[in-house]
């Protein structure tokens, strides 16, 4: 069983920054990548931003310059440190981990969600 623990998420007022934590554990021998969605009413599930384990990095154009993601390999962890939050970031954002377990079958597992509301 697998587990992704999302952190971090709150009312901040626009302008602010919020971090936001994953943390994975479970039956995972190793992770490709992770990454941090994002879905707003009515809108689909976006990529935000994505990690592979060897840190190379993929973001949204929206959050290009304000948004950074990074990740601790030993710990399975994921951060994403957003800087210059802008009303339309508020969205429910979602931790996803892509990952190998021990007998070498691939999953893609995601995290209950944690609300960000930039919002004066």
């Known amino acids: 069983q697998v587990q992704l623990v999302e952190s971090g998420g709150g009312l901040v007022q626009p302008g602010g920054s919020l971090r936001l934590s994953c943390a994975a554990s479970?039956?995972?021998?190793?992770?490709?990548?992770m990454g941090w969605y994002r879905q707003a009413p009515g809108k689909q599930r976006e990529l935000v931003a994505s990690?592979?384990?060897?840190?190379?990095?993929n973001y949204a154009e929206s959050v290009k310059g304000r948004f950074t993601i990074s990740r601790d390999n030993a710990k399975n962890t994921v951060h994403l440190q957003m800087n210059s939050l802008k009303p339309e970031d508020t969205a429910v954002y979602y931790c996803?981990?892509?990952?190998?377990?021990?007998?070498?079958?691939?999953?893609?597992?995601w995290g209950q969600g944690t609300q960000v509301t930039v919002s004066s």
């Open positions: 479970g039956s995972i021998f190793s992770i490709n990548s």
């Open positions: 996803n981990a892509d990952y190998f377990d021990y007998v070498n079958s691939r999953y893609d597992y």
């Open positions: 990690i592979t384990s060897g840190g190379s990095t």
